[in-house]
Nanobody, 119 residues
Framework: QVQLVESGGGLVQAGASLRLSCAASGRTSSMSAMGWFRQAPGKEREFVTSITWNGGRTSYADSVKGRLTISRDKAKNTVYLQMNSLRPEDTAVYYC????????????WGQGTQVTVSS
């Protein structure tokens, strides 16, 4: 099992920056990738970005390209989401997730952290 704990959310004004963190513990050696998802009020959860654990290959949703950046610190078993030029439409609960080697499914999820961007 892998446990994920997010931190770093908050209330900011449009144009500001935030950095989210997600610390992984447990069987982290089994992880092949980690990602961030978000869910806005009244909407379905959507993919934001992901990073492969060993190679560091990244993927982004079109809506966040150029503004949000994912990175990882393997020594700390932590993944980060640097969010710049935030917009009100970025308001959501942000979830960290991880998947095991050989599986396309994000099996492990954090509890989520709220990000609110005011206009």
């Amino acid at each position: 099992q892998v446990q994920l704990v997010e931190s770093g959310g908050g209330l900011v004004q449009a144009g500001a920056s935030l950095r989210l963190s997600c610390a992984a513990s447990g069987r982290t050696s089994s992880m092949s990738a980690m990602g961030w998802f978000r869910q806005a009020p009244g909407k379905e959860r959507e993919f934001v970005t992901s990073i492969t654990w060993n190679g560091g290959r990244t993927s982004y949703a079109d809506s966040v390209k150029g503004r949000l950046t994912i990175s990882r610190d393997k020594a700390k078993n932590t993944v980060y989401l640097q969010m710049n030029s935030l917009r009100p439409e970025d308001t959501a609960v942000y979830y960290c997730a991880a998947r095991d080697t050989g599986s396309p499914i994000y099996k492990y999820w954090g509890q989520g952290t709220q990000v609110t961007v005011s206009s």
